[in-house]
Structures are given as structure tokens and as C-alpha cells.
């Protein structure tokens, strides 16, 4: 299993994050870096989200840019309003194009998405929050989350691949993760609340959770290690987990990072799978 970015638009200077785990016969998916678009500083240049302060007619452009080198129509993509929770929506063709031009007609208050409907690409937006892919091979259904720390410590991830579980009869032995650029420990550092928060909710795995870099800094958390252990507690195979271990603070070249780039950015869209029809 790698991760690795690839030129996907020679013209415009493309480049997307792809995971070598997923089979490229079943579904397309992408995580897109930050060069090859039209929008201005400070959303410069392939910002995908429509709720960051951008032209709306940039951000377009850039979604078509996008999914288009993937293979795939913008114009048909689905996209939530993600408000860092836990809700998850089930998504069929009659959702095709919500979220796609206007941020209003996105999924309402939903930080992850499935769909067993081949052609529908689904879109999540990040910029140091965790993307969450997710397959299913065997019933042909594909997922995304947003792994931000709220959502993390919710087990959103997880919850995912249940729902995913009740709507299409997924076994979790069966699916293929995978773990997204995001901000890493090397550059996450937490308060004394969040860092309670993890204790509780992963109570013996401090060690892989925490670390403290700095001999005078805080403690520094693993949103990486929290998903891919909540994975594993419901039975995703740790052999079928890919991780980027990409840190986008330090690579802020290639992604967008709220941190790095100082709380005004663009957002990468971070998660863009759809099944092949």
C-alpha cells in the first residue's frame, strides 16, 4: 500500500493524492493538492470549497478542472454542509448536483457520505481535518468522512462503516480505508480539553495517541492513529488500511492547511470517490 501524487492534468499542472489499495476497476478517488486553478490569493489556486470566501465561479471552475482529469462530471457531484459532527447521509442519483454550484443546496449538517450509486462523485472539503476513504469492494458502495478532531473523537470513521454495514450489508472485514492527508502529530498540538477528550474515548492507547516534541511545547495528538484504531475496533482489517501519513502543515506547498496558512485558506477536496458505472 502507498500514497502518492500524481499528475492527472498535464495542461493545468494537476496533481491528486491517489492510494495504491484501491482498485481502479471499481471506483475512481482523489485528494486533491492545492496548484493548477484560478482562484486568487488567498484561496490560490485549486480551492474547492464554496464556503470559504472565493469566487463561487472560481471554485466551479476548479471542481470541473478536477473532477474532470478524474473522469468524472462536477456538474453531478454531491457535497454536505460539514458543521464537525457525527451525521452521515446515505446519497442516491436524485442527490446528483446538490452542493455542486451553490453552497445552500449542499447535504444540510453532514460530515460524512455513502453511496452505492455508480457515476456519483462525492466531494468532502478539509484543510488540515482528516479525510476518511472508504470501499467496499464486495457490494460495490464507497464512503467518505470527515475526520476533524470532533468528529474523530465521535468515532465518525467507524460509524461510517457500520451505516455503511446497515444500508448495503458491508462487512467491515471487506473494506477498504483509507487515511487522508491532515494536519500530524508532528504539528497537532492540543489543549488539556481535547487532550481529556481522546483520553476517555480511546482510554489505553494514550501511547499511540500522544506525544510531546517539544521539551516546553504541549502535547501533540495523532488524529491518524485515533481513526485507524476506531477502524480496527469494529473489524476493518489493519492490512486493508492505507494512511497518506502526510502532514498538510508541513507540506502547505501542496495542501491546504487552516494552520499553516493562518485560519484564511482554501479548502482541498480532500475526498473525491465515485464507483465506476
Known amino acids: 500500500m502507498s ?4 499528475e492527472i492534468d498535464p495542461v493545468h499542472r494537476i496533481y491528486s493524492g491517489h492510494f495504491s489499495s484501491f482498485p481502479e476497476d471499481i ?13 486568487k490569493s488567498p484561496w ?3 480551492d474547492l470549497g464554496l464556503h470559504v470566501g472565493d469566487d463561487p465561479a472560481d471554485v466551479a471552475e476548479n471542481r470541473r478542472r478536477y473532477l474532470a482529469a478524474l473522469g468524472l462530471d462536477a456538474s453531478q457531484l454531491v457535497t454536505p454542509e ?5 451525521a452521515i447521509q446515505r446519497v442516491g442519483r436524485s442527490d ?3 452542493g455542486a454550484l451553490s453552497y445552500a443546496d449542499s447535504i444540510a449538517k453532514t460530515d460524512a457520505l455513502i453511496t452505492d450509486e455508480p457515476g456519483l462523485p462525492l466531494l468532502l472539503c478539509f484543510a488540515d481535518c482528516t479525510p476518511i476513504l472508504l470501499l467496499d469492494p464486495a457490494h460495490r458502495a464507497v464512503g467518505i468522512a470527515h475526520g476533524g478532531w470532533k468528529g474523530t473523537v465521535r468515532r465518525i470513521a467507524a460509524k461510517t462503516v457500520l451505516r455503511m454495514q446497515r444500508e448495503f450489508g458491508t462487512r467491515p472485514e471487506d473494506v477498504l480505508a483509507a487515511i487522508g492527508p491532515s494536519i500530524g502529530p508532528c504539528c497537532y498540538e492540543v489543549g488539556p480539553e481535547v487532550e481529556r477528550q481522546f483520553q476517555e474515548a480511546f482510554s489505553g492507547h494514550e501511547a499511540a495517541l500522544f506525544s510531546h516534541p517539544d521539551a516546553v511545547g504541549g502535547t501533540h495528538l495523532s488524529l491518524w492513529a485515533a481513526n485507524r484504531l476506531q477502524l480496527e475496533e469494529i473489524g476493518v482489517l489493519r492490512e486493508h488500511i492505507d494512511e497518506a ?4 502543515a508541513c507540506h502547505h506547498e501542496d495542501f491546504f492547511s ?11 477536496g480532500g475526498a473525491v470517490i465515485a464507483l465506476r458505472s
Do not use: N, P
Open 44 to 46: 490560490d489556486s485549486l
Open 27 to 39: 471506483a475512481v478517488h482523489g485528494v486533491s493538492c492545492r496548484r493548477g486553478g484560478v482562484s
Open 3 to 6: 500514497f502518492s501524487l500524481i
Open 258 to 268: 487552516y494552520r499553516a496558512d493562518g485560519g484564511q485558506t482554501g479548502r482541498l
Open 245 to 248: 501519513r502526510t502532514c498538510t
Open 82 to 86: 460539514q458543521v464537525h459532527g457525527e
Open 96 to 98: 446528483a448536483g446538490r
